[in-house]
Every structure is written in C-alpha cells, then in structure tokens.
C-alpha cells in the first residue's frame, strides 16, 4: 500500500499530465472582408492575472486586467493592429474590425491565474469571406459587342425626318384618303452606288 507521501506526489504528477485545467470547444466564426467580428469569452476565474490573445502562433494582445488603483493595461504586439483591436463593454471579448483574407485562422486566448496551476483557454477558428457587394462588383463589366460587319458591309440606321410644310386646310367632307404601303429599301449588295431617297407625295381626290 502506497504510503500518504507517495500518494500525494502520484496524484500531482496526475495533474501535470492533466495539461489545463479547462479547454473549451472550438467556436467557428465567420467574417466578412473588411467588417469586424466578436470573440466571446464566457470563461471566468478569479483572480485573474493577466489574459493572452493569440494568433495562430503568434501573440495578438496582452491585458492585465484592472485594479483597484489603475485602469486595464492592454498591449497590442503590432502596432498596425492597434485601430482593428478593441474589448467592447470593458471586458475582455476580443473585437477584431477591418478584416483581412489574412486574419483567417485559429485564434486562442489564455487565461492565467494564481488559483490555477494551468491557464483556462478557449480556441476559434476563423474564416473572411469576401462580402456580397463586392462578389457583384467583381462581376460588372461593361458590355461589348459581339457581332462585326462582314467585309464590305456598313452598318446602317434608318432615321425619320420631318418637313416643315404647310398643309392645306383640307374639307373632312369632300376628302377621300387612300392608305400606301411602302415598301421595305432593299439593299444591293454588288451596287457601286444608291439613289438618296426622295420624299414621297401623298395625292388626295375631292369627291364632288
């Protein structure tokens, strides 16, 4: 039978293995490029001793939590990540804004405390997708025409003009109308020349 002394030193040896003392499951999280997204943090201890954010392997942000006589001290790694960073409310949740392609990834935060022999940690995985809006954007090109005129041809266009010329004051009584189908200009396409076109004379009988 193990003596107190050897179970004491196996049960502490048990909780070296053990690793943290509290890991909580993967959160997946997705961003849109060039928004900003929420790391919740629901893990709580007390006291607390300093928080770690982490990127992949890298550390993200540092925070010493606040006191009684001072504020939070809250160091940010890399200077270009100081305006995207922010903990909303006071609290430790991380905010991470004008996302990046870049900032996909697994993110974890630690948490240390002199009433834990292991820090609490929580772990994220992140993914930015590009936004709706800018998919569509990507997708407007101006149009072009795929159709081009065979050799020799030209394109044409027909337009309508209008005379200024006085019409008669016709009697509604004694005028017969007569209705002309004109028909469609065919187009030669071995003439060396066309004719301009000529305004037609409309002609209108008295009934007597």
Same mark, same amino acid.
């Given at each position: ?21 509290? #890991?909580?499951? $993967?959160? +997946? /999280?997705?961003?849109?490029?060039? =928004? ?7 893990? @709580? ?47 430790? #949740?991380?905010? $991470?804004? +004008? /996302?990046?392609?870049?900032?996909? =990834? ?7 405390? @002199? ?94």
């Amino acid at each position: 039978m193990l003596s107190s002394t050897a179970c004491f030193t196996f049960i502490f040896l048990l909780c070296q293995l053990t690793g943290p003392a509290a #890991s909580a499951v $993967l959160k +997946k /999280l997705v961003g849109a490029l060039g =928004g900003s997204v929420n790391f919740p943090l629901n893990l @709580s201890v007390d006291p607390i001793d300093s928080i770690i954010w982490v990127f992949n392997t890298t550390t993200l942000v540092t925070i010493q939590p606040k006191l009684a006589d001072k504020k939070a001290l809250i160091i940010v790694t890399r200077h270009r990540n100081k305006e995207r960073v922010n903990f909303p409310h006071e609290g430790y #949740s991380l905010k $991470l804004s +004008k /996302l990046k392609k870049n900032d996909s =990834g697994v993110y974890r935060v630690e948490i240390h405390s @002199s009433s834990l022999q292991d820090p609490l940690t929580q772990e994220y995985e992140l993914r930015v997708y590009e936004s709706i809006e800018e998919k569509k954007g990507l997708n407007l090109h101006p149009e072009t025409l795929n159709y081009s005129p065979t050799f020799g041809e030209t394109s044409e266009y027909d337009t309508i003009s209008y005379l200024n010329s006085t019409v008669p004051e016709e009697n509604a009584v004694n005028t017969l109308y007569s209705t002309v189908q004109i028909p469609p200009k065919v187009e030669k396409s071995h003439s060396l020349s066309t004719l301009p076109d000529t305004p037609r004379k409309f002609t209108h009988e008295n009934v007597n």
